[in-house]
């Protein structure tokens, strides 16, 4: 029976091994998914609400449980995983308290005697979540998923399956039925089937273009609806009237929260020409002042990246980047330590065709970029072939809006880096994904949006 394997990337220690399940063992999971879809469509929304906000009390009242799993398993901080559970918990109150009124029937005036929308759940939803956010990119589909009525299978990244099976804990200990929302430990080459099982309705993916690409195309092929949110290249635009201090600090936790490994982290840094110096002298001595270290220390500002091969084919972009003729600024050095571990880099000198200005790049590397003038800023934000997020930093709050508005990415965000928030929608354009997890537009990605007429 094969098995995947869950490693410490700062220490390089095996965790635990997980079995993969069957064809069989993954059939049946989907099936008593589907079972449980049967009753659970036509459950209260008071009882459903019930148990998300005892979701959110477990999730609240073991905070460093689960945080520890997350730590250990993919090198996120401390600090930075207790965070993640408790906005985990955040969204699970979210839906709890606001689903009823996001999912309300619509009425229409028609010439018919009654006429409005309604909004049904479809059945059994599969989840394919990566690594890098192992509670929240489950939750965030999980909760509005549940509370609109549908059930849903989950496969996660190999490297998290601890985080994955602590999820399905959670959701039982809360009260859930058994089956509404199971892990599924499967390799990546036994999605296709799982797709077009006759009970899959629908599917959301979180993870590389390549990825939803393949996806995509299975689900396409069997006529399944999908939401894609996939990488990023996240251009921030510093104007020259922006407070420096602040714009750096953002600059910084921007590229090292999540030990870089953000898809709307700050990647692309464009500083406008008056200011770019001064800037990059600044941005340069907190990149390297900022603390990499064991994740579980306090005063660690940021760990190891998830995996050793994650690790090097980093290192591999950085160098082909320099040999393409970027300017290393700081870091670019494997580090001679135990772990997966990558120092604070800085890339200036870049155009378009490098690698760090076209691709995105998964770790703590920062690609700093002059500009001529704000239009100069825009066209090199613009110039990419994704379309996440997107950011400006400055003191002038219109001007900020109104350059936000001419930035080709889902989110754009002023004087605050890009984050996904419950009450907002959150996805991509271009080759960043389609469709929107969160919000009112989130929850009513995997429901039949149905007319209904009586003459």
Known sequence: MSKSISINPATE??????????????????EKAHTVFMEWKNTSHIKRAQLMNNLADELENNTDYYAEIATAEMGKTIGQSRKEVEKCAWVCR????????????TAVKTEAEKSYVTFQPLGVVLAVMPW????????????????????????HASNVQGCAFAIEEAIIKAGFPEGIFSNINVASDAIEAVIEHNHIVAVTLTGSAPAGQSVA?????????????LGGNDAYIVLDDANLEEATDLATLGRLQNNGQTCIAAKRIIVLDKIYDEFLKLYTEKMEA??????????????????????????????????????????????NRKG????????????????????????????????????????????????????VITSDKKKGEKIALQLEAGSCFVNKLVASDPRLPFGGIKTSGFGRELSGYGIKEFVNTKTIWID
């Not at 980047?321 to 050095?333: E, F, H, N, V, Y």
């Open 340 to 391: 997966a571990y990558y120092p604070a880099t800085i890339l200036t000198d870049l155009e378009d065709g490098m690698e760090a200005f076209n691709e995105e790049l998964f770790g703590p590397v920062a690609s700093v970029i002059r500009a001529k003038d704000e239009a100069h800023a825009i066209e090199l934000a613009n110039n990419s072939k994704f379309g996440l997020g997107a950011g």
């Open 94 to 105: 979210y839906y709890a308290e606001n689903t009823k009124d996001l999912l309300q029937d």
């Open 217 to 229: 195309s299975i689900a396409g092929k069997n006529l399944k609806k999908t939401v894609l949110e």
């Open 290 to 335: 900022a603390k990499m270290g064991e994740p579980t220390d306090k005063d660690t500002y940021y760990g190891p990246l998830a995996r050793l091969d994650l690790r090097d084919e980093l290192h591999k972009q950085v160098e082909k980047t320099i040999d393409q003729g970027g300017t290393l600024i700081l870091g670019g050095k494997i580090p």
């Open 13 to 30: 220690e095996k965790i635990a091994e997980y079995n993969r399940l069957t064809v069989k063992e993954t059939q049946q999971k989907i």
């Open 132 to 155: 890098n956010f192992p509670y929240y990119q489950a939750i965030r589909f999980l909760a509005p998923a549940l509370m609109a009525g549908n059930t849903g299978v989950l496969k």
